[in-house]
């Protein structure tokens, strides 16, 4: 027979709960609130890798390509550079927009730099055997750099279905009075070299776009390819998340009649640089930076990274956000 010691029945009290909540009801429900960065890390990037996930940002004090990891999506430690050293053709301290993709066995960093030839924002690539790197050059010179169209920027990976790899940028027309377009092209299987032709797929021309479209991020959900892409003026509070459908990778894409559909809000200001992360419950969502109002450009404040929810279906796309109260919290693996 048991005997019920002191210790038994201390435990048997404590029992209910560490299963309810105070009252014996249910456990309450684990929830955040924005920012889940509360410092500067913008055009952020996140990539998940069996349990962790990993977020790259646009130089700064983090280094060349600012590093973090979680294991939840909400609670972030710094992990260092990404890419300590710059590939030769690269003028230091304009390091962008960085983004990875696992392909062949190992992790291509894609990122903007100022290419030392030229004197325009480019795109190169970078590997590791490990996505919190360290990454090193690939090649001689940039992967992509469209001079006469002012450079090209924000570059971003994307492997459909059949595994097959594309590369996303903007040309930087807005640097020089030129129209800017989101481009797509074909990469090699091992990401480190673009083949075919470049399709361009939007241009900007709502109102609300002003002289910029930028950042794009495709993604696709049964018959849809999603193309999310930021515009306006990215030091202002009219900074937006736009989208565009299409069922083809290279289009042609119609732009949503809804657009914008994330904007400023409370002290939310200028939302965009979007990317898309899923989390262990197969839950979308959509990592972005913002100003806080009235500290908007690096000379008053900085770029938090922020975290909601987005959802796809039937050719229309919905992000609950920016959320400024407490929202429920990513699916964590058990």
């Not at 008053?300 to 920016?322: E, H, N, T």
Request: proline share 8%.
């Amino acid at each position: 027979m048991l005997k019920c010691t002191p210790a038994l029945l201390a435990l048997a009290a404590a029992l209910p709960l560490l299963t309810s909540g105070a009252g014996g009801g249910p456990a309450p429900a684990r929830t955040f609130t924005n920012p889940v960065v509360d410092a500067n890390f913008p055009d952020p990037f996140i990539l998940r890798s069996a349990e962790t996930y990993h977020a790259y940002a646009t130089n700064g004090a983090g280094g060349n390509v600012p590093h973090m990891t979680s294991r939840d999506l909400m609670h972030w430690e710094r992990a260092g550079d990404a890419m300590p050293a710059l590939p030769d053709w690269v003028q230091p301290g304009l390091t962008w927009a960085p983004e990875v993709a696992k392909l062949r066995g190992q992790y291509v960093l894609y990122f903007t730099a100022r290419d030392r030839a030229s004197d325009r924002q480019c795109i190169g690539a970078a590997v590791s055997a490990s996505p919190a790197g360290p990454f090193r050059g690939a090649g001689s010179g940039p992967l992509v750099c469209q001079v006469a169209e002012g450079g090209s920027i924000d570059a971003s990976p994307f492997v459909d279905k059949d595994g097959r790899a594309y590369l996303l940028w903007k040309n930087d027309g807005n640097c020089c009075n030129l129209a800017t377009h989101l481009y797509v092209q074909p990469l090699s299987a091992d990401g480190l070299k673009l083949t075919g032709k470049a399709t361009a797929l939007i241009q900007n021309f709502a109102l609300w776009e002003g002289n910029v479209i930028e950042a794009p991020t495709l993604y696709r959900r049964g018959d849809f390819y999603y193309l999310l892409y930021s515009a306006g003026p990215f030091d202002s509070d009219l900074y937006a998340v736009g989208y565009a459908v299409a069922r083809k990778v290279t289009g042609p894409y119609r732009k949503a009649a809804e657009n914008p559909i994330l904007v400023s809000k409370g002290e939310v200001a200028g939302p965009g640089h979007q990317s898309i992360v899923t989390d262990a419950a197969g839950q979308t969502w959509l990592a972005y930076h913002a100003w806080t109002a009235g500290q908007i450009g690096d000379d008053q404040g900085y770029r938090s990274m922020r975290l909601d929810r987005i959802s796809f279906r039937d050719g229309a796309v919905k992000v609950q956000g920016p959320t400024l109260t407490p929202q429920p919290a990513p699916a964590v693996t058990p």
